[in-house]
């Protein structure tokens, strides 16, 4: 470089090809990288940077979608701290995030790496919940930090998973004489490798290799193989050697200039002053980057992006004392067993890969996460120790660890469903003589002391921001309950179908009725002659006696006729609607109560009960702007009774404020208490677990199986159906009908009879 430079290839590493693509672009001379995999290294920032092997962006997207097909939510990322490390890392994140996946811990180390520093990180890493391990390092210290994993920190266990970059594939394919200590500690490890399909241009180098190293007396054990990076770099040679012949047949001279800005460095060992600019550097980048042909890696042709076409990697399984294909990744066509041809893949295809031997010998998929600090001890669920609804949370009397009722069942329901074991032990909350805080149990996930909490733990977003919730298992919100009475039928009860307004509305119209007819058929219709009184008494005879269709009239007209078989329609129509509104109301139970809902209980000034510990207090004081002075906590189902029946004229409350699930239990038995208005609030009940735990993912996935497979409704009827009052506390019956029913209005409308019957007979 220090002269006259038309082309560069190399360098080995990305980071040295940071540095040289400074310069090839001062010197408007092509840098063909065949090793360079940096994805941050790309032609819009150096124009003269022509990368001839497959961007980490791409390798980078094939290990995500590894990740993602094994369902795994959580990964940690181990790298060198250098250019090379770090981007790759971030594209990684990148692609995992677009399989709803995450690199949880980062774990960079120095380039300038130590034994030291490998023992210090791994041991760091494994005190993390993730048990999927990215390593994107170099071949200098990948297989230490693999053997170390293995030797040192028992990390190539069962549940461990380790996914290599192709610095692992490179170095297989490259040692010839791997010792089988180090075979052993990598056993399960996965790998890429760039997948370069078999040819026989490919055949005869591999031919033309063998041979050099036998000429050479390289022995069976010290020989090192062609890696795909080398031919890779096979390809560059030749790609530059027939593009410079392009370039030389369209005319091209070589010719050079000097760079006026690098004349200012003069001496020094790197001699920039002595450095020209490469005349035809723009037309010889055109053509390299125009080129499409087929080399030993396969087809050479670029992207508008500058990429290689067609990037494809192999992923391999290291068993035993060799490899195992087990698959392939393309951006085409994602996983899948065989490769298929890029330009024919079905873009639909159901991403496959053949099955692992994994960590510890085992076939079995790995959870891929474990509890940090576990150390093998069971898990410490939370239960709160409540004195009041054993139907949800009690201890079985008895026993030391033993709990059951409906959350507990679910719980273990749900546990069943989950792929891997899981041990744990119960941890009371609570003195036992008062419902415990939630917020306190939920506090001990935070701290550590508590691993999951198990319960009627209501999901609300100021928990959200402490701890993860589950899946809801049960729906409950906010209801008003209050004391309810029964309205008995009155004697009038005949006039509760319509409205006064509607009453009124209807006499109108049927005498309106009756006299549209008597005009319409007094000049031809004998029936509505006569004197006045006469016709006003048929008019009104005819007009009640359609309600009942009796009318005995005869109407001769047609356009009365007409008139009347509207008019009967709608009389049909009124006496249906009459009909069904009386029959509800004589055989529906009416309630009544001062309070209407939560809203007309705002607005009043009485005391509201609450349940102590809930999130119940919080809401009414902070959402609804309700004064503390007015609330009332209460302790037990049995304090929850007293004070609605005494009522605020003796020390208690207008009516308790709780969750639907505790009110329906509690007025199950208790039919002089009632919900009144609507349910103002839409929540659920979950199980916690700490923020971002895979626990708490893979426990929602069981509470949906169960929801599916009809588990959730038998344990729901097994523990809180109960029939003796209905959901609204009121008992199902009938409005018997009783002489007291039409007495009253009998005795009001038989004097009115008589009395008209006798004035029309006096005259």
């Known amino acids: 470089m220090e002269n006259e430079t038309v082309a560069i290839i190399g360098p080995q590493h990305s980071v040295m090809a ?80 677009e399989k709803r996946c995450k690199i949880s811990y980062k774990a960079p180390m120095s380039p300038k790496l130590s034994s030291v520093e490998i023992t210090r990180t791994l041991v760091k890493v494994n005190s993390m919940d993730s048990r999927v391990f990215i390593l994107h390092i170099s071949a200098t210290w990948g297989l230490e930090v693999l053997i170390n994993a293995a030797r040192e920190m028992n990390m190539m266990r069962r549940e461990y998973v380790w996914i290599a970059t192709d610095w692992l594939s490179t ?25 370069i399909p078999d040819s026989e241009p490919k055949k005869k180098l591999f031919s ?54 690098l004349t200012e460095f003069q001496g020094g060992r ?34 508008s992006e500058g990429d290689l076409v067609h990037p494809a990697y192999e992923v391999i399984n290291v068993i035993g004392t060799g490899i195992r294909t087990i698959g392939y990744w393309s951006n085409s066509s994602g996983l899948s067993v065989n490769f298929s041809d890029p330009d024919k893949h079905n873009a639909n295809s159901k991403q496959q890969l053949y099955g692992v031997i994994w960590p510890g010998q085992t076939t079995q998929k790995p959870r891929g996460w474990a509890f940090s600090n576990n150390n093998g001890r069971q898990l410490r669920v939370g239960v709160p120790n409540r004195i009041n609804y054993p139907e949800f949370v009690s201890q079985i009397q008895n026993s030391d660890n033993s709990y059951g009722g409906f959350c ?9 469903e989950l792929p891997y074991a899981v041990q744990y032990k119960f941890v009371p909350y609570g003195d036992g003589h008062k419902n415990p805080v939630t917020s306190d149990l939920l506090h001990m996930i935070t701290t550590g002391a508590l691993d999951a909490v198990v319960g009627d733990i209501t999901i609300t977003t100021n928990r959200t921001k402490m701890v993860d919730f589950t899946q809801p298992f049960i729906e409950s919100g906010l209801v008003v309950v209050a004391p309810v009475w029964k309205l008995n039928s009155s004697a009038w009860a005949f006039l509760r179908p319509f409205t006064p307004m509607m009453w009124c509305a209807t006499g109108v119209y049927f005498l309106l009725v009756g006299a549209v007819l008597w005009i319409l058929e007094r000049r031809t219709n004998d029936e509505f002659r006569g004197p006045p009184r006469r016709q006003f008494v048929t008019i009104i005879w005819f007009s009640f006696s359609t309600l009942f269709f009796s009318h005995k009239e005869r109407i001769a007209s047609t356009l009365g006729r007409f008139v009347l078989i509207i008019w009967l329609f709608v009389v049909l129509i009124l006496n249906s609607s009459y009909t069904a509104s009386m029959t509800s109301i004589l055989t529906v139970e009416r309630l009544s109560s001062p309070v209407k809902g939560i809203e007309s209980l705002v607005t009043s000034s009485e005391p509201i009960g609450f349940q102590r510990g809930s999130f119940s207090e919080n809401y009414l004081t902070d959402e609804l702007n309700i004064h503390k002075s007015r609330l009332v906590p209460l302790n037990s189902i049995a304090e929850y009774e007293k004070a609605l029946r005494d009522g ?74 109960r029939s003796a009052c209905s959901s609204e506390g009121t008992k199902q019956g009938v409005d018997r009908l009783q002489l007291q029913s039409f007495w009253d209005s009998s005795y009001s409308v038989a004097p009115f009879v008589f009395l008209l019957s006798f004035f029309i007979s006096s005259r």
């Open 171 to 195: 170095v297989l394919d490259t040692e010839s004489s791997l010792t089988s200590a180090a075979m052993d500690s990598i056993q399960g490890v996965l790998t890429l490798r760039m997948h």
């Open 18 to 97: 940071h540095v040289i693509s400074h310069i090839a672009n001062e010197l408007q001379v092509p840098l063909l990288s065949f090793a360079a995999t940096d994805p941050t290294l790309n032609s819009l920032q150096f124009p003269y940077f022509v990368r001839t092997t497959q961007s980490d962006g791409f390798q980078m997207a094939a290990v995500a979608d590894i990740v993602g097909y094994y369902e795994w939510r959580d990964v940690i990322a181990i790298y060198i701290d250098d250019d090379h490390g770090r981007n790759g890392v971030s594209a990684l994140g990148d692609k995992l995030a």
């Open 208 to 261: 033309r290799w063998n041979n050099i190293l036998t000429a050479s007396n390289y022995t069976e054990n010290s020989r090192f193989g062609l890696n795909t990076y080398g031919m890779y770099a096979y390809d560059t040679v030749w790609l530059l050697a027939h593009s410079l012949d392009e370039f030389l047949n369209q005319g091209g001279n070589i010719s050079f200039s000097n760079d006026t800005s």
């Open 648 to 721: 605020p004229s003796k020390g208690g409350v207008a009516a308790v404020v709780d969750e639907r699930a505790y009110m329906e239990l509690f007025l199950s038995t208790r039919c002089e208490f009632g919900i009144v208005g609507q349910e103002f609030t839409k929540m659920g009940w979950g199980f916690a677990f700490p923020r971002d735990s895979p626990l708490a993912i893979d426990m929602s996935t069981a509470i949906l199986t169960l929801s599916e497979n009809g588990v959730l409704q038998r344990l729901h009827d097994k523990w809180l159906t």
């Open 408 to 416: 507990i069942d679910v719980f273990n329901a749900a546990k069943e």
């Open 270 to 303: 790197l001699q920039f002053d002595a450095m020209s600019i490469f005349d035809g550097g723009n037309k010889l980048r055109d053509i390299i980057s125009r080129v499409n042909t087929t080399g030993v890696a396969g087809k050479l042709e670029f992207t």
